[in-house]
T-cell receptor
Framework: DTEVTQTPKHLVMGMTNKKSLKCEQH?????MYWYKQKAKKPPELMFV???????INESVPSRFSPECPNSSLLNLHLHALQPEDSALYLC????????????????FGEGSRLTVL | QKEVEQNSGPLSVPEGAIASLNCTYS??????FFWYRQYSGKSPELIMS????GDKEDGRFTAQLNKASQYVSLLIRDSQPSDSATYLC??????????FGPGTRLSVLP
């Protein structure tokens, strides 16, 4: 079973709201990722957790705050977002951790479509 | 800077034809290569992975890897309208993160 589940599928929020995106995988994968994808562009890496520790932050603004409560869960807390942050937010996981010679395949969830008004 | 390049397309092929999608990468230490299919408004779906030089076949899909030329391709035989999507090439290796190409839009015409 290669499944990464994300909730909610759609989210509309105002610029002063606080919301969270959630992601869960039960494949025993050691690395979990947040990507942002704008229309007609490839996924853009935001954060990577490896063994539940933040290993990569691609200079993402602090209004995005990741959290990895355990090896199966990954959250993205959103606060004071801007309209330009509207995008598809993708969670993904891979078997191998960051730094391994082969991280294996990357599996994506269905994504959370975020609209910031 | 590590780069993955693809022809953005659109690549249009008639139904039943072979669609050929190409990808080049800049980092010679890359070890793992992936093709994802992404329908409009949906998330990327892994369709092929390849790690060794040569061809790998899975149903109507064949991935080809040439590390000396830093080139990976995807062939889709007997193309169907349902294959119309954006195809993303991704590269990874030795602790590096997945690097995605810009994607090639494929349109299969009935």
């Amino acid at each position: 079973d290669t499944e990464v589940t994300q909730t909610p599928k759609h989210l509309v929020m105002g610029m002063t709201n606080k919301k969270s995106l959630k992601c869960e995988q039960h494949m025993g994968h050691r690395a979990m990722y947040w990507y942002k994808q704008k229309a007609k562009k490839p996924p853009e890496l935001m954060f990577v957790y490896s063994y539940e520790k933040l290993s990569i932050n691609e200079s993402v603004p602090s209004r995005f705050s990741p959290e990895c409560p355990n090896s199966s869960l990954l959250n993205l807390h959103l606060h004071a977002l801007q309209p330009e942050d509207s995008a598809l937010y993708l969670c993904a996981s891979s078997q191998g951790p960051v730094g391994a010679s082969n991280t294996g395949e990357l599996f994506f969830g269905e994504g959370s479509r975020l609209t910031v008004l | 800077q590590k780069e993955v390049e693809q022809n953005s397309g659109p690549l249009s092929v008639p139904e039943g034809a072979i669609a050929s999608l190409n990808c080049t990468y800049s980092d010679r230490v890359s070890q793992s290569f992936f093709w994802y299919r992404q329908y409009s408004g949906k998330s990327p779906e892994l369709i092929m992975s390849i790690y060794s030089n040569g061809d790998k076949e899975d149903g109507r899909f064949t991935a080809q890897l040439n590390k000396a030329s830093q080139y990976v391709s995807l062939l889709i035989r007997d193309s169907q309208p349902s294959d119309s999507a954006t195809y993303l090439c991704a590269v990874n290796g030795y602790g590096q993160n997945f690097v995605f190409g810009p994607g090639t839009r494929l349109s299969v015409l009935p």
